[in-house]
């Protein structure tokens, strides 16, 4: 199965440590990744910013250098090798939805066809429901379904 995964559910998963099922649900979905299990896509510009907020989250943790290297690394490193690099041909308009940051994962999806984004973010997630006629036929177009961390983990994993 192949996946595009936001990066709230990515950090979610790498650095989130809690018990609920959110957290457990983000934490097995990155794990699915590791595993080869599912396979995440992800243009330059998701991977880009996934490395930006890892970055930004080891230094907000200040972790030694040695659980950096032994413990995060590793993992970090795992994941982002095995993510499915894709092509990036479809530019839409920032106007298009509340957040043009999430732009980029209808278009990934688009461009690598893929149906399914993994978000925890409102205003994809409500994106049939609020977004205008252009973002809704795009979206039925490219047959991509947003569906959020929890159901996935309930139906895939």
């Not at 036929?137 to 991509?144: E, L, N, Q, S, W």
Request: aromatic fraction near 8%.
């Amino acid at each position: 199965m192949r996946v595009i995964i936001d990066t709230n559910v990515f950090i979610h998963g790498l650095f989130t440590r809690g018990q609920s099922f959110l957290d457990v649900a983000c934490r097995n979905i990155v794990q699915a990744v590791r595993d080869g299990r599912i396979c995440a896509v992800g243009s330059e510009e998701i991977v880009t910013e996934y490395l930006w907020m890892i970055l930004g989250r080891l230094l907000q943790l200040k972790l030694k250098r040695e659980q950096i290297q032994t413990v995060y690394f590793p993992a970090v490193i795992k994941v982002i090798a095995s993510i499915e690099k894709a092509p990036h041909h479809t530019f839409l308009p920032d106007d298009w939805i509340r957040d043009p940051d999430d732009k980029m994962f209808l278009e990934c999806a688009a461009d690598a066809m893929v149906s399914m984004i993994i978000s925890e973010d409102r205003a994809l997630l409500d994106l049939e429901k609020y977004g205008d006629d252009d973002v809704i036929h795009f979206v039925r177009k490219h047959g991509i379904q947003i569906i959020h961390p929890e159901e996935f983990a309930r139906r895939y994993l």
